[in-house]
Nanobody
Framework: HVQLVESGGGSVQAGGSLSLSCVVS????????MAWFREVPGKEREGVAYISPSGGMTSGELTFYGDSAKGRFTISRNNAKNTVYLEMNSLKPQDSAMYYCAARRPSSVVWDRAPEFGVWGQGTQVTVS
């Protein structure tokens, strides 16, 4: 039974930075695809960033970003610590949202299809003013 626990949210001024962490427990973390989504009331949950499992045929992990995150956010994972990170820079007020960590087994679906992720954290609030 996989569990995800996010941390690192908070309030920051526009232009500032925040780093989110998501600790994974309960299963073989390194084999999971991990992603960060965000949600604001009244809007659909939005894919922010994705990172594939490590190893395999590629030299490293594959990463994908939502348009709003490209160039400003960086997703990474530390398999030794069972943790995935989201480094957010140049934050804007429109980045304010509840941020969720999510996990799924590898599949051929597009990276930001939220229903394909079977495990979610409780969320951490990010507020940019």
């Amino acid at each position: 039974h996989v569990q995800l626990v996010e941390s690192g949210g908070g309030s920051v001024q526009a232009g500032g930075s925040l780093s989110l962490s998501c600790v994974v427990s309960g299963d073989t973390y390194s084999t999971y695809c991990m992603a960060w989504f965000r949600e604001v009331p009244g809007k659909e949950r939005e894919g922010v960033a994705y990172i594939s499992p490590s190893g395999g045929m590629t030299s490293g992990e594959l990463t994908f970003y939502g348009d709003s995150a490209k160039g400003r956010f960086t997703i990474s994972r530390n398999n030794a610590k069972n943790t995935v990170y989201l480094e957010m820079n140049s934050l804007k007020p429109q980045d304010s949202a509840m941020y969720y960590c999510a996990a799924r087994r590898p599949s051929s679906v597009v990276w930001d299809r939220a229903p394909e992720f079977g495990v979610w954290g409780q969320g951490t609030q990010v507020t940019v003013s």
